[in-house]
């Protein structure tokens, strides 16, 4: 089992997520190692990483690196923006993308300080034609459980994180609305809304 408080696993593993919904019927279930040990271990490097005595630029760092270790970031760029980013240019895309890994990593890291600690276990895993669902568990000191859901893809033979669900709450939906409402109040300027989420 690995320590985490309800509050700061629902905010920090969020970088790590991409918004969809859950397969309600399995072809297969097993417990797919790969996939638990990858789960797993990027929990443990997490809490490793927020009781550390590293300075914040480079718990942000650590955290970034993290994050695209074990998740398809670029992916969860695109998912996170939606449709404007096919509207981009090639050049704004590539712009974008390394400024949402750096606000994700700046935006979470800051939230460390709130790290309380309870208890994540495994349950189980499910393959279905959409990914492997990895199941874990919460469990609360003097309230209920909740269970966390991580998706994970095949990429190039890699395992990749690709969404996460905590207590049927689709993390990154999250990112999407504050990008929305971002570009929004730039009028649709993406390089206006770029510059800002750079300095976010």
């Not at 349950?123 to 874990?136: A, D, I, M, N």
């Amino acid at each position: 089992m690995i320590l985490f408080s309800r509050r700061r696993f629902v905010a920090i593993l969020a970088a790590a997520s991409l918004a969809a919904p859950l397969a309600t019927a399995p072809v297969l279930a097993n417990d797919n190692e790969p996939a638990r040990t990858l789960v797993m271990d990027t929990a443990a490097r997490l809490v490793a990483l927020i009781q550390s005595d590293a300075s914040r630029a480079q718990k942000e760092s650590k955290f970034l690196s993290l994050m695209e270790e074990t998740s398809e970031m670029s992916a969860i760029a695109r998912t996170a923006l939606g449709a404007p980013w096919r509207s981009m240019s090639s050049a704004q895309q590539e712009r974008y993308d390394i400024a949402f890994r750096n606000y994700l990593a700046k935006n979470y890291v800051a939230r460390f300080r709130d790290y309380t600690g309870e208890q994540l276990s495994y349950v189980r895993t499910t393959e279905t034609q959409k990914g492997v669902y990895v199941e874990t568990q919460v469990a609360r000191q003097g309230g209920d459980a909740f269970e966390v859901v991580w998706r994970l893809k095949d990429f190039g033979g890699a395992l990749k994180i690709v969404d996460i669900k905590a207590a049927s709450l689709s993390l990154l939906a999250t990112e999407r609305e504050i990008l929305t409402n971002l570009l929004d109040s730039k009028g649709g300027d993406f390089d206006a809304f770029i510059s800002t989420l750079e300095g976010a």
